[in-house]
């Protein structure tokens, strides 16, 4: 396994797992079952914030984990398995063909699959919506939906608690919204190439300041983005498998995108 980042470099906050998916990983891998619920929180409950009224909804089974715990459970499982992990070792597309199976999980702007779209039949479309994903210490005991309104229109958070004292918020808004609130003019990462947007999360923190009850909102790279929707005709050629994001991706609010990395890597097995 090569991945060009540390082992404990994960971008993002926490990760939302429904109890179906928890349940197809419990019947093929017990033990990584085991670890990734004793490290999860579990939620039931839906909380939609309108400014007219509060509603919330109970039943909904799921738990949430750090992505970096996720990501070091995951690691300790492979190795335990038997696999060799090299980590700070970037994969260029070319360099690692001969294998009688090479995986390519390099991600929604997967290299290798660019590398050769046609073979896979690819499309991406970008969503025109911008986001921005985000972590608080703020107290959230639901998965939460709230609306902020500002004379230049509305902004969306999606907030769940996913450890002890941490959320995960992700912010979004449409793009009128977006460039009427001067954001389109914010990151300069011309001395902080690997930095969040601070002047956007400050103001995003003010907007939402209601609903984070005094705390901050905290970035990891934290930047404007839209929603690459991926999309391949086939998800094989010749002697390489695209997994994950590099094969499809599934837009963040149904919370399922590394459910089905996982998933595709059981049927791969299976295969
Ligand atoms: C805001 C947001 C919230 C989300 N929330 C959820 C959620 O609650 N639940 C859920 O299931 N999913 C969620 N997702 C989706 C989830 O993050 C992705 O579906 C998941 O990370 C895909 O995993 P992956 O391993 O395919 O790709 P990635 O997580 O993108 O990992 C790709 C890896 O490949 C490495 N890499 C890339 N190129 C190379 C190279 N050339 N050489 C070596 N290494 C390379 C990268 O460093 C990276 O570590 C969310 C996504 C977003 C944007």
């Given at each position: 396994m090569y991945e060009q980042n540390a082992p404990d470099e994960a971008f993002g906050f926490g990760v939302v797992f429904s109890a179906r998916t928890m349940s197809e990983l419990w019947k093929n891998d017990q033990e990584t079952h085991a670890r990734i619920v004793a490290a999860s929180v579990a939620v039931s409950d839906m909380e939609l914030r309108h400014p007219r009224a509060t509603l919330r909804y109970g039943g909904f089974d799921f738990s949430s984990i750090s992505r970096r715990e996720l990501l070091l459970i995951l690691q300790e499982q492979a190795a335990e398995a038997g696999a060799t992990l090299h980590f700070g070792h970037p994969a260029a597309p070319?360099?690692?063909?001969?294998?009688d199976v090479v995986v390519y999980?390099?991600?929604?702007?997967s290299s290798h699959r660019d590398a050769r779209p046609e073979r896979f039949g690819t499309t991406v479309r970008h969503g025109a919506s911008p986001y921005m994903w985000l972590g608080t210490h703020?107290?959230?005991d639901a998965a939460t939906f709230s609306f902020v309104e500002t004379e230049n229109g509305h902004f969306a958070a999606h907030a769940y608690p996913y450890a002890d004292g941490m959320a995960t918020v992700v912010i979004e808004c449409d793009p009128g919204t977006w460039k009427a609130s001067g954001?389109?003019?914010?990151?300069?990462?011309?001395?902080?190439?690997?930095?969040?947007d601070e002047e956007s999360l400050g103001h995003l923190g003010e907007l939402f300041a209601e609903h984070l009850g005094g705390h901050k909102l905290i970035g990891n790279r934290s930047r404007w983005s839209t929603f690459r929707t991926v999309h391949n005709e086939?998800?094989?050629d010749g002697n390489a498998v695209l997994l994950g994001d590099a094969a499809h991706t599934a837009h963040f609010?149904?919370?399922s995108g590394t459910k089905m990395a996982m998933e595709d890597a059981i049927a791969l097995a299976a295969a």
């Open positions: 070319g360099s690692i063909d001969e294998a999980a390099d991600g929604a702007s703020a107290p959230f954001m389109d003019r914010t990151g300069d990462f011309s001395r902080n190439s690997g930095g969040s086939r998800w094989s609010t149904v919370g």
